[in-house]
């Protein structure tokens, strides 16, 4: 199984940045996805989860009407839309998956069994 996350840059505080997650190796529609974040001597948090079919979406308190999760089933493809930026907003952001036969939204770290690579988001004030 690999994710290979991309997408992530340099951009000044209020603007946006997509972040993609490419997967292989697995049958994509049938895990759950999410993203999380791990800024510098903090711990890695929950952003946004998605359920296999997209129909559920969950997102961080901190993240609520800025950024957007979607997944692209045909392309074995996640996304994550970030608008509006903060400079608290920076941090290497992480998506994994989660193996899921139901609508649910995972948002803990240890609910993932796999991992991508992480791509670094910084966000300049």
């Known amino acids: 199984v690999q994710l290979q996350a991309s997408g992530g840059g340099l951009v000044q505080a209020g603007g946006s940045l997509r972040l993609s997650c490419a997967a292989s190796g697995l049958t994509f529609s049938t895990y759950a996805m999410g993203w999380f974040r791990q800024a510098p001597g903090k711990e890695r948090e929950f952003v946004a989860g998605i359920t296999w079919s997209g129909g559920r979406t969950y997102y961080a308190d901190s993240v609520k009407g800025r950024f957007t999760i979607s997944r692209d089933n045909a392309k074995n493809t996640l996304y994550l839309q970030m608008n509006t930026l903060k400079p608290e907003d920076t941090a290497v952001y992480y998506c994994?998956?989660?193996?899921?036969?139901?609508?649910?939204?995972?948002?803990?770290?240890?609910?993932?069994?796999?991992w991508g690579q992480g791509t670094q988001v910084t966000v300049s004030s």
């Open positions: 994994a998956a989660a193996y899921s036969g139901s609508a649910y939204v995972y948002t803990r770290a240890h609910e993932y069994g796999y």
